[in-house]
Protein backbone atom coordinates (compact mmCIF):
# COMPACT_ATOMS: atom_id res chain seq x y z
CA UNK A 1 0.00 0.00 0.00
CA UNK A 2 1.19 3.48 -0.46
CA UNK A 3 3.38 4.61 1.73
CA UNK A 4 1.96 7.08 4.53
CA UNK A 5 3.85 10.76 4.61
CA UNK A 6 3.06 14.29 6.23
CA UNK A 7 1.91 15.14 2.62
CA UNK A 8 -0.38 11.86 2.10
CA UNK A 9 -4.14 12.85 1.23
CA UNK A 10 -6.61 10.85 1.04
CA UNK A 11 -8.16 9.74 -1.86
CA UNK A 12 -11.43 8.29 -2.20
CA UNK A 13 -12.17 6.01 -5.56
CA UNK A 14 -15.61 4.24 -6.47
CA UNK A 15 -16.87 1.91 -9.20
CA UNK A 16 -20.59 1.10 -9.65
CA UNK A 17 -20.70 -3.14 -9.90
CA UNK A 18 -23.71 -3.83 -8.40
CA UNK A 19 -23.39 -7.53 -9.94
CA UNK A 20 -20.21 -8.00 -8.84
CA UNK A 21 -18.56 -10.37 -6.13
CA UNK A 22 -15.46 -8.86 -6.08
CA UNK A 23 -13.75 -5.43 -7.05
CA UNK A 24 -10.00 -4.75 -6.59
CA UNK A 25 -8.20 -1.16 -6.58
CA UNK A 26 -4.68 -2.11 -7.97
CA UNK A 27 -1.92 0.29 -8.84
CA UNK A 28 1.44 1.60 -8.71
CA UNK A 29 0.47 2.33 -5.09
CA UNK A 30 -0.28 -1.08 -4.74
CA UNK A 31 2.49 -2.70 -6.60
CA UNK A 32 -0.23 -3.50 -8.56
CA UNK A 33 -1.21 -7.16 -8.12
CA UNK A 34 1.11 -7.79 -5.07
CA UNK A 35 -1.31 -6.08 -2.90
CA UNK A 36 -4.78 -5.29 -3.86
CA UNK A 37 -7.17 -2.90 -1.42
CA UNK A 38 -9.93 -4.66 -1.64
CA UNK A 39 -13.38 -2.13 -1.85
CA UNK A 40 -16.24 -2.37 0.39
CA UNK A 41 -19.98 -2.65 -1.63
CA UNK A 42 -22.92 -0.44 -0.29
CA UNK A 43 -26.82 -0.81 -1.02
CA UNK A 44 -26.86 0.93 -4.33
CA UNK A 45 -23.89 -1.51 -5.90
CA UNK A 46 -21.53 1.26 -5.88
CA UNK A 47 -17.89 0.02 -4.55
CA UNK A 48 -15.54 2.34 -2.73
CA UNK A 49 -11.91 2.39 -0.88
CA UNK A 50 -10.19 5.64 0.33
CA UNK A 51 -6.48 5.22 0.71
CA UNK A 52 -3.68 7.73 1.60
CA UNK A 53 -1.60 8.46 -1.74
CA UNK A 54 1.50 10.86 -1.37
CA UNK A 55 1.19 13.83 -3.33
CA UNK A 56 1.89 13.12 -7.21
CA UNK A 57 0.07 11.59 -9.98
CA UNK A 58 -0.51 7.75 -9.22
CA UNK A 59 -1.74 5.01 -11.98
CA UNK A 60 -4.88 2.44 -11.02
CA UNK A 61 -7.34 0.27 -12.25
CA UNK A 62 -9.85 -1.58 -11.38
CA UNK A 63 -10.11 -5.83 -11.19
CA UNK A 64 -13.98 -6.39 -11.22
CA UNK A 65 -14.78 -10.45 -10.83
CA UNK A 66 -10.92 -11.18 -12.09
CA UNK A 67 -11.01 -8.81 -14.53
CA UNK A 68 -9.39 -5.62 -15.71
CA UNK A 69 -11.89 -2.52 -15.72
CA UNK A 70 -11.12 0.92 -16.58
CA UNK A 71 -12.68 3.95 -14.41
CA UNK A 72 -15.48 5.28 -16.00
CA UNK A 73 -15.34 8.65 -14.08
CA UNK A 74 -11.76 9.12 -15.04
CA UNK A 75 -10.63 11.27 -17.93
CA UNK A 76 -6.93 10.95 -17.77
CA UNK A 77 -5.16 8.30 -18.64
CA UNK A 78 -2.41 6.74 -20.39
CA UNK A 79 -1.19 3.84 -22.47
CA UNK A 80 -0.05 0.71 -20.86
CA UNK A 81 2.67 -1.88 -22.06
CA UNK A 82 -0.66 -4.57 -22.18
CA UNK A 83 -2.35 -2.43 -25.34
CA UNK A 84 -4.95 -0.83 -22.86
CA UNK A 85 -5.28 2.42 -21.07
CA UNK A 86 -4.24 3.23 -16.77
CA UNK A 87 -6.51 5.86 -14.83
CA UNK A 88 -4.27 8.28 -13.40
CA UNK A 89 -5.22 10.03 -10.13
CA UNK A 90 -2.98 13.15 -9.23
CA UNK A 91 -2.87 13.62 -5.36
CA UNK A 92 -2.27 17.33 -4.29
Known amino acids: MAKQTKNSKKQTFHFSAPDATSVLLV ?54 PFGGHDMVREAA
Open 27 to 80: GDFTHWQQQPIAMHKDQAGVWSATVELPAGKHTYRFMVDSEWRDDPECTLRVAN
